[in-house]
Antibody, heavy 124, light 107 residues
Framework: EVQLVESGGGLVQPGGSLRLSCAAS????????MNWLRQAPGKGLEWVAN????????YYLNSVKGRFTISRDNAKNSLYLQMNSLRAEDTAVYYC?????????????????WGKGTTVTVSS | DIQMTQSPSTLSASVGDRVSITCRAS??????LAWYQKKPGKAPKLLIY???SLESGVPSRFSGSGSGTEFTLTISSLQPDDFATYYC?????????FGQGTKVEIK
């Protein structure tokens, strides 16, 4: 069964850091672009970052550039999101999601497999 | 960024009803539109991609239509498992952006 399981969420003070993880199983992880998306309370879904199959290309939402870093370890079938300088507006449920080429235009993609998410709360 | 607007925000319907949800883009996105179903505590589920292509394993009562700036998700006969929140997403340009969601409630 294809599965993505996020972990690492929690309560953190403004300015703090957190590292999210996503464990993949049931497919060849190294064959796919991977993404982080989030949903703030009462808001819609928002793409945050993505990373190429071999980790050589990475892209970020403007509001997280310089603060968040996406990475992956294909040997461990794992995706990560290092979040620094956290703000109250980063409070959200964070999802990892898989992208395949058949679900992409030349500029962007939709996502065929998602995890259940992990909750990040930034508050003093 | 392209803005996506869904209507209605909430829809009350009964089992067996035909329901439609509309998604409008702030500029043309060709057919690069996806629909997702979201239930509390569960992973979002891709239903439709490229405006009208049914994702594998999704029941045929779900269908999508439209192109350019206006799109529709239709459920031909609402089932108990379909009560959920539905989101559209454009992926014509980066970043891909989502609508605010339509909650389908039991009438």
């Amino acid at each position: 069964e294809v599965q993505l399981v996020e972990s690492g969420g929690g309560l953190v003070q403004p300015g703090g850091s957190l590292r999210l993880s996503c464990a993949a199983s049931g497919f060849t992880f190294s064959d796919y672009w991977m993404n982080w998306l989030r949903q703030a309370p009462g808001k819609g879904l928002e793409w945050v970052a993505n990373i190429k199959e071999d980790g050589s290309d990475k892209y970020y939402l403007n509001s997280v550039k310089g603060r968040f870093t996406i990475s992956r370890d294909n040997a461990k079938n794992s995706l990560y999101l290092q979040m620094n300088s956290l703000r109250a507006e980063d409070t959200a449920v964070y999802y990892c999601a898989r992208t395949a080429s058949e679900y992409c235009s030349t500029a962007s993609c939709c996502h065929s497999v998602w995890g259940k998410g992990t909750t990040v709360t930034v508050s003093s | 960024d392209i803005q996506m607007t869904q209507s209605p925000s909430t829809l009350s319907a009964s089992v067996g009803d035909r329901v439609s949800i509309t998604c409008r883009a702030s500029q043309s996105i060709s057919s690069w539109l996806a629909w997702y179903q979201k239930k509390p505590g569960k992973a979002p589920k891709l239903l439709i991609y490229k405006a009208s292509s049914l994702e594998s394993g999704v029941p045929s009562r779900f269908s999508g239509s439209g192109s350019g700036t206006e799109f529709t998700l239709t459920i031909s006969s609402l089932q108990p498992d379909d009560f959920a929140t539905y989101y559209c997403q454009q992926y014509n340009s980066s970043p891909g952006t989502f609508g605010q969601g339509t909650k389908v409630e039991i009438k």
